[in-house]
């Protein structure tokens, strides 16, 4: 009788910790998917306050009466410099963030599996499949954005070539104009993340 209490009690002290160990492996896909968006919407708003106000500051200079080029060139390659740094550190931050998510949504299909009931399995696999369709849908939105990005940036490294020939040729009204048109891009493509990010939000808090 003994040796079967003792039985019982191993088997249960087992299983509690089977369950806690399922647990902790559930939360911990959570938060590290809740910290891979937090450090993504961290840097897109440093890359989004550093490219709009360096592209703002130029056009800025440009539009002066008797704008100093060569200066203007210089401070914009300085701070373009920067930019790239942080939209490099951005792209790695989404990276993550696909990782994390395609973690999380298999560990949820894992406890979804364990349930015994077939018809309680089969509803909590929907719900994950639905739950993964919407994610997906935002996460291809914000690749979208983030490709569209690099073609801001392509843009501010051609505007910079030519703002470095306009120091010879001083041609200034079509760089101002050119500027305004990257500068307005950027600002509703960093937007269009920025969604995105509330979308993660959405994910590891609903």
């Known amino acids: 009788m003994k040796h079967i209490l003792l039985i019982a009690c191993t088997f249960m002290l087992t299983l509690t910790s089977c369950k806690w160990d399922t647990t902790k492996g559930a939360l911990k896909h959570g938060e590290t998917l809740k910290a891979s968006i937090e450090s993504f919407e961290k840097n897109r708003k440093k890359l989004s306050t550093k490219l709009v106000s360096t592209l703002e500051e130029a056009e800025e200079s440009l539009s002066e009466e008797n704008p100093d080029l060569p200066a203007v060139s210089k401070d914009f390659e300085k701070e373009w410099t920067t930019i790239q740094n942080r939209y490099s550190k951005l792209k790695k931050d989404f990276e993550k963030v696909g990782q994390s998510s395609s973690d999380y949504f298999n560990e949820l299909n894992t406890l979804s599996n364990s349930i015994s009931k077939e018809s309680l399995k089969q509803d909590e696999l929907r719900k994950n499949k639905e739950l993964k369709m919407t994610w997906d849908k935002s996460y291809r939105e914000a690749e979208v954005s983030i490709n569209k990005v690099t073609t801001v940036l392509e843009s501010g490294n051609d505007f910079h070539m ?20 990257i500068s307005d891009q950027a600002k509703a493509l960093l937007q269009d993340l920025e969604l995105f990010t509330q979308a993660g939000r959405d994910l590891v808090e609903g």
């Open 162 to 181: 030519v703002l470095v020939a306009s120091s010879i040729r001083q041609k200034l009204e079509q760089n101002v104009n050119e500027l305004k048109v």
